[in-house]
C-alpha cells in the first residue's frame, strides 16, 4: 500500500522539481545575459537614448509574435528621465516581401501608440548587418551624452552588443542595459532561447579568439 502511494507522489515530485530546475535555467541565464558586454555607462537617466530593436525573420504583413515581444521590449526601455529618445527599428526583408523594420514600425505606431521618434534601417539580413548598418543612423543622432541600448530576446542582443563592440568601440562603451528581461515573462520560450543563445554566444567567441 505504502508503494503504491509513493510512486505516483514521487514521480509527481521528480517532474515538478525537473520543471522549476529547467524554469531556472531560463530565468537565470536570461538576467546574467541583459546585464553582459555593456559599457562604462550605467544609467540613461538624463540622457539623450538611442534604442536598436533587432527584427527577427517574419513572413507576414504584421509582426509575428517575437518581433512583438522585442518592439514591447524596445519601448519599455524608454528612460522617463532620460532627456530625449530615439528608436532604431532593425531588418530587411528577409522572410517576406516587407521589411522587419516597417513591419516592427507599424506594430509600435498603431498597436502599441507610440508618437515618438523613429529611423528605420531596412537592408540588414543578419545580426552582424543590423548593427552595421545601424551604425550609420546611430551616429546620425548621436549626441554627446547619448546612451544606446539594444532590445531583442536577452542572448541576441547580448550577441549584438559585442558587433557593436566589435565594429566601433567608442560606441559599445555608451552600451546599457535595456529593458528585454523581466522575471516570469514567456517562461516556457526562455529555456529554449537560452539554450540556443549561449550556443550562438560560445561559438561567436571562439571565433573571436580565433582570430
Known sequence: MPSSVSGPTLTGGVAIGLLAAVFAFGEITHLRSSRRRLGTTRSSTGSDQIIVVLGFRNSGVRANWLNRFRVRAGLRSIDPTARSAVVVFCGGAVGGRVPEARLLERYAREELGYTGRVLLETDSATTWENIAEAVPLIDEVLRPDSTISIASNSHHAEKARDHLWQLRPDLGRRLVAGADYR???????????????????RTLDREKAAL
Do not use: W
Open 183 to 201: 522575471f516570469g515573462e514567456l517562461p516556457f520560450v526562455k529555456p529554449i532561447a537560452a539554450a540556443r543563445g549561449l550556443l550562438a554566444l
